[in-house]
């Protein structure tokens, strides 16, 4: 991904399609920068926010995964800032992983549904070993199951930081709406009509 030096105010820089961000690190003096947007965007769906990318400012290519991204909070996909934080090799990095869930449809039913506690989960790697998202199949899973993080399968490479205990999902059944009985004016619900038509007759008069 190619990014610039920013120089110019931040709404100019947003008006011209590009997102305002900075490049930080440890014994790097951080630089204000612009990235155009589609770039921006094709980079954060291939890479999220835990698997490193180059970037090249100017004539310098440097290694960098992003620490930190600011969206419109009306229009999502829409970046208003961004941080990349530059590593090297031997670095560590923490993130919070999402997580895949698959077989979703094969749980939920009539009467049975995900309840999803976390979506993400904290762990530690090495730079290089970053994942974008860790799967996690629910499809055998039926209505009292849960999942926790101590099972999960976390993918070579990943040190979890993240309490073993820390609850994932449940699979809940949920009960059925009640139809609530309904009087109108005395009259029980499930009433002969006519005798209804009558009471309410009367009762006008």
């Given at each position: 991904m190619k990014v610039e030096l920013r120089v110019e105010?931040?709404?100019?820089?947003?008006?011209?399609?590009?997102?305002?961000g900075v490049i930080f690190g440890k014994n790097f003096v951080p630089v204000s920068v612009q990235v155009e947007e589609k770039d921006l965007n094709?980079?954060?769906?291939?890479?999220?926010h835990s698997q490193t990318f180059n970037i090249k400012l100017g004539k310098t290519t440097h290694t960098v995964y992003i620490k930190e991204i600011q969206r419109d909070i009306i229009n999502p996909h829409h970046y208003?800032?961004?941080?990349?934080?530059k590593v090297g090799k031997g670095d560590t990095i923490t993130s919070n992983i999402p997580l895949n869930i698959?077989?979703?449809?094969f749980v939920e039913k009539a009467n049975v549904s995900v309840q999803l506690v976390s979506?993400?989960?904290e762990v530690e790697f090495e730079v290089g070993k970053g994942v974008s998202s860790i799967d996690l199949d629910i499809s055998?899973?039926?209505?009292?199951?849960?999942?926790?993080v101590k099972e999960l399968t976390i993918p070579k490479g990943l040190k979890v930081l993240a309490n073993?205990?820390?609850?994932?999902?449940?699979?809940?059944?949920?009960k059925p709406e009640e139809v609530e009985e309904t009087e109108e004016a005395g009259i029980e619900f499930g009433a002969d009509?006519?005798?209804?038509?009558?009471?309410?007759q009367k009762g006008d008069q």
């Open positions: 105010p931040l709404r100019v820089v947003r008006s011209d399609g590009k997102v305002p094709a980079t954060v769906h291939q890479y999220g208003l800032n961004v941080k990349l934080q698959i077989g979703k449809e979506d993400s989960v055998k899973l039926v209505a009292g199951d849960s999942i926790r073993p205990e820390e609850l994932i999902l449940n699979i809940i059944e949920t009509p006519t005798k209804v038509e009558a009471i309410k």
